[in-house]
Nanobody
């Protein structure tokens, strides 16, 4: 079955770090572009980071650049979001998603995981 399984969310204090993981089924991972999005309460969903699993090419949103890093492990069909220097503004539900091959911009994502909550407290 096609699926995305997120894990690694939780609560952390300002300045802390978390690593989110997203394991994809083979059919989803074969789309070759996965990413992370987030949606805070009362906010629109926004793209956080994307990665082309073949080349490792990445994109990060300006709001997280220098703090968050996306990476992948092709042997495990898994992508990660390494989050450092977290602030309360990063509090949101984080979703793993896959883009429609062969595209890989934030507008091209059309398959979503269930989401994992990240809460950053002062």
């Amino acid at each position: 079955a096609q699926q995305l399984e997120e894990s690694g969310g939780g609560s952390v204090q300002v300045g802390g770090s978390l690593r989110l993981s997203c394991r994809a089924s083979e059919s989803i991972y074969s789309r070759q572009c996965l990413g992370w999005f987030r949606q805070g309460v009362g906010k629109q969903r926004e793209g956080v980071a994307t990665i082309r699993t073949t080349t490792g090419s990445t994109w990060e949103a300006y709001s997280v650049k220098g703090r968050f890093t996306i990476s992948r492990d092709n042997a495990k069909n898994t992508v990660y979001l390494h989050m450092n220097s977290l602030t309360p503004g990063d509090t949101a539900t984080y979703y793993c998603a896959a883009a429609q091959w062969p595209r890989c911009t934030v507008e091209d994502f059309n398959y979503w995981g269930q989401g994992t909550q990240v809460t950053v407290s002062p």
